[in-house]
């Protein structure tokens, strides 16, 4: 579950640079991490002392990136980048040592020699996203990502020698095949809230959210063991508009990954790491709101209380879901979790509390005190999406049916997993696409709508990089294929 009451106190992220320079003196600051995001999604970032950053740095950027050298970027004949920081991002990392004491900022990425914005860097598709809602009349969207993760206690992988064999093993204390006689083994599908000390990772979580909280202005509201055997985690964020939100997705990701690796442990954000158990999910939930007001909700529609404004944007979201799959679930292993029977949606269909669809409208309460908290979740998207391009492109989505008054037709309310595919058919009902190969086709086909918000460079770099790892994938044996083949 996602929170949903709009943040108020915004303080950690509207800093000045003034005041960044002010805290960078007064806290004995040695060194800025400049972060900022590849095509993919990768956090990237590059080291300066404080003592070059200075008003040029926040003015003109910092130039020390070479862009051919970042997936999806440059090439080698135009690689000279900059790096911009936004002071609003400032935080002190809580795990610098005091004597090199180091803060980070998110960067936008500019292009050498006076070039202005490059035009591939995600962090500006979100930034032209929000100038486009605002374009269409509105003030504002706000965004709330459900991040899933698993955090394991070892992972081992080999595949640098193929002609020797290849495959992967996991461990975890919680796993259901854990046999040690040490700890209380979670079975497959049975990790949904569960007590201590069967769930293993409450200090881990806590402390996450304590470091999101104190250093880096990320407001949380509650943290759970997720669904899935072997240390599946949720943590729950308060929503945020379009770009801080984004920002604070990969803020999450950073401080997971960190935490985890001080207690000896590791996190990954990949969406299916277990077989026979649910994937990592990021349902993504959004509402467009003008003069502070929602306008997903209407008190009169007796369905879900959402306004005509609400449907278009399903309609949206509906038209363009297979399209949007190559952007929102962009690895191979994104398609080994939309599969039938582990929760993730793989219909494209829309209802309310009706979690087999892949949009929902939620509906826990009722009435105007509940005004605020209308939105809609759009569940295809995973903890592998490039944030700024999920987001993005949901929003072109969304305001593309708005724009073309799109019907999203009657709501689904049944367990569509549970239908006959002749009933699919006479619902209309679609699938999502079967492989990351039949979403890129998708998207490649279907890719109007993202044009006010992403380049066609952009759209183009990300087709290239998922396209490439397809091909590395498929060209691949793989160990399961032995067992089914090799008597053949």
Same mark, same amino acid.
């Given at each position: ?14 800093? =000045? /640079? ?15 991490? %400049?972060?900022? =995001? ?15 950053? *200075? ?98 206690? /070892? ?45 293993? %990772?409450?200090?881990?979580? &806590? ?43 990969? =803020? ?5 990954? &960190? ?49 005509? =404004? ?22 191979? &292993? ?75 037709? *009657? ?6 997993? /549970? ?70």
């Amino acid at each position: 579950m996602v929170v949903t009451t709009a943040s108020t106190s915004g303080k950690a992220w509207s800093l =000045t /640079k003034e005041q960044v320079m002010e805290r960078i003196e007064r806290e004995g600051v040695r060194f800025i991490d %400049l972060q900022f =995001t590849d095509v993919p999604g990768k956090l990237q970032h590059v080291t300066i002392s404080t003592e070059y950053l *200075d008003d040029a740095a926040f003015e003109e950027g910092v130039p020390k990136l070479d862009g051919s050298s970042i997936r999806g970027f440059a090439e080698i004949y135009e690689s000279d980048m900059l790096l911009r920081p936004d002071p609003a991002t400032f935080a002190v990392l809580p795990w610098s040592r005091d004597n090199l004491k180091t803060a980070r900022m998110i960067c936008d990425v500019y292009r050498g020699f006076g070039g202005g914005r490059f035009s591939r860097d995600p962090r500006l598709a979100a930034h032209r996203a929000e100038e486009y809602l605002k374009q269409q009349g509105y003030d504002l969207s706000y965004w709330g990502p459900e991040i899933e993760f698993f955090v394991f206690d /070892k992972v081992r992988w080999d595949v640098a020698s193929p002609y020797r064999g290849q495959g992967y093993s996991l461990e975890s204390r919680e796993a259901a095949w854990n046999s040690d006689g040490t700890d209380y083994p979670i079975r497959f599908k049975e990790g949904y809230f569960p007590a201590p000390p069967q769930d293993t %990772l409450m200090d881990f979580r &806590n402390e996450c959210c304590r470091v999101l909280t104190d250093y880096f202005g990320v407001e949380v509201d509650a943290h759970h063991h997720e669904v899935a055997t072997a240390g599946q985690c949720e943590i729950d964020m308060k929503l945020d508009t379009l770009t801080r939100m984004a920002d604070k997705a990969q =803020t999450y990701k950073y401080v997971a990954r &960190n935490i985890a690796k001080q207690m000896g442990m590791i996190a990954t954000f990949m969406p299916k790491p277990i077989f026979m158990d649910n994937g990592s999910g990021m349902h993504v939930h959004v509402s467009l709101w003008k003069d502070g007001k929602n306008l997903f909700y209407d008190e009169t529609d007796s369905y879900a209380e959402i306004s005509q =404004t609400a449907r278009y944007f399903i309609g949206g979201l509906l038209e363009h879901s297979r399209a949007l799959a190559a952007i929102v679930a962009p690895t191979t &292993n994104s398609y080994r979790r939309l599969v039938p029977g582990y929760e993730a949606p793989i219909f494209i269909a829309w209802s309310r509390s009706n979690r087999s669809a892949n949009i929902r409208v939620p509906v826990y309460q009722r009435g105007p005190g509940s005004s605020k908290r209308k939105r809609v979740e759009f569940r295809t998207p995973d903890p592998s999406a490039n944030p700024y391009l999920c987001f993005a492109s949901m929003l072109a989505a969304g305001l593309d049916g708005v724009k073309r008054k799109i019907d999203p037709g *009657d709501p689904v309310d049944e367990n569509i997993y /549970k239908l006959t595919p002749e009933k699919r058919r006479e619902l209309g009902i679609k699938e999502l696409p079967g492989s990351l190969k039949e979403a890129i086709e998708s998207l490649q086909s279907d890719r109007e709508f993202l044009k006010p918000v992403m380049s066609d460079d952009l759209i183009d770099a990300h087709i290239e990089l998922a396209e490439g790892c397809f091909i590395e994938i498929s060209g691949r044996p793989h160990p399961y294929e032995f067992y089914l083949y090799f008597d053949v």
